[in-house]
């Protein structure tokens, strides 16, 4: 009979990841389905093949390092590529198993996210500058980062605070993060 917990993983109803320093060890089938792939391709490969540029992947790195630090999962939602070049919309999840070093052994979750909800739907752009957001920058260094004004900058925030209906930045980060205050005290292991 098959070991129970190696059947769960394989065919668990989100793609599952285990990466180390970034590069996938091993991945369940609803990972390589939802990625385009057979799961033999990936194992071995860099998360790089699953990001539209090297920029995003680099980019990306960085985001949720300080919860994975504590011990906390880290959530959030990213465009990913698929195999066939296509981009998909995602809840993307994770927990470090060497926090002092939090990429060097970490489990992913990822679940495709429709794009047929009622929620709001955000643009490239919009997408763009909530990852700089998520990063600290100001709209001023954003604008540099994108070689764009700094009001082109506000309008995009104005615009995202609008969708979601919050009142400014901290409030939307922390929406699209999935950590509500308080909820850091349930989540540590």
Known sequence: MEDLDQLAFDNAPMGLALTENRVIQTCNETFAWMFGYRKEELIGQSFRLLYGSDQEFHQIRDIGLEPLR???????????RRSDGSMIWCRFRARTLTPETPLARTVLTFALIDNTTSGPQLTPREREVLLYLSKGLTSKEIARELDLSP????????RLLKKFQVKNVAVLLTRLSGHQIGKTQQLRP
Not at 70 to 80: A, I, N, V
């Open 151 to 158: 009001r082109t900058i506000e309008d995009v925030r104005a």
């Open 70 to 80: 504590h011990s906390l999962p880290y959530t959030d939602e990213r465009l990913m």
